[in-house]
């Protein structure tokens, strides 16, 4: 089953505006990441938040981590038509098996209107 | 995707046919994965490996085998592919303790008429 689910599962916006994705998990993590990607392509990597960490910044990307809510945002400002993208969180075990793998969410899909 | 290859890109077979596909990497990282993307399920684990010959099962792993004999090296086999295998394949690698940074290949379109 899905550890991480997103919200919304579809976003539309026009560009230069700024875009707010959300994520939900369910056990405890040891960190938590947000992956990019276009249509027809691989993920792509884009920002490792730590559980330790609260907040952490990349560019134009903006990610938040309330542990104690189980939940995660990722902000894109300034958006770009180039944004366009599906939007995935993916959690990392705290122990075990879970250690080694990442869960993904089901993502959403970002689209930036020219 | 650079360092990161998948063979074929592209694969049409029928119904009770093996299938295997490739994973080849030059980046010398010790994790390797594959996944399964499907509308409404996002991406799931099918199995990894944590070294040679060292792999383990993922959350959907029933009607696929897989094989690390070489480090730049994983294979995917469907033994007697079925329609509800029909779905896009990514490979993905990681030099860390596996659940950090993932590295994704281009993927696999496999359709099972």
């Known amino acids: 089953s899905q550890q991480g689910e997103e919200d919304p599962q579809a976003l539309s916006i026009q560009e230069g505006e700024n875009a707010t994705m959300n994520c939900s998990y369910k056990?405890?993590?040891?960190?938590l990441q947000w992956y990019r990607q276009n249509s027809g392509r691989g993920l792509v990597h884009l920002i490792l938040i730590r559980s330790n960490e609260r907040e952490k910044h990349s560019g134009r990307l903006r990610v938040t981590l309330d542990t104690s809510k189980k939940s995660s945002s990722l902000l894109i400002t300034a958006s770009r038509a180039a944004d366009t993208a599906s939007y995935f969180c993916a959690t990392a075990g705290s122990s075990g098996a879970g250690s080694y793998q990442l869960t993904f969410g089901k993502g959403t899909k970002l689209s930036v209107i020219p | 995707d650079a360092g990161i290859t998948q063979s074929p890109r592209h694969k049409v077979t029928e119904t009770g046919t093996p299938v295997t596909l490739r994973c080849h990497q030059t980046?010398?990282?010790?994790?390797m994965y594959w996944y399964r993307q499907d509308p409404g399920h996002g991406l799931r684990l099918i199995h990894y490996s944590y070294g040679v010959k060292d792999t383990d099962k993922g959350e959907v792993s029933d009607g696929y085998s897989v094989s690390r004999s070489k480090t730049e090296d994983f294979l995917l086999t469907l033994e007697s592919a079925t329609s509800s295998q029909t779905s896009v394949y990514f490979c993905?690698?990681?030099?860390?303790?596996?659940?950090?940074?993932?590295?994704f290949g281009p993927g696999t379109r496999l359709t099972v008429l």
């Open positions: 993905a690698i990681s030099g860390l303790a596996g659940a950090y940074e993932q590295f």
């Open positions: 980046e010398n990282h010790r994790y």
């Open positions: 056990t405890s993590i040891n960190n």
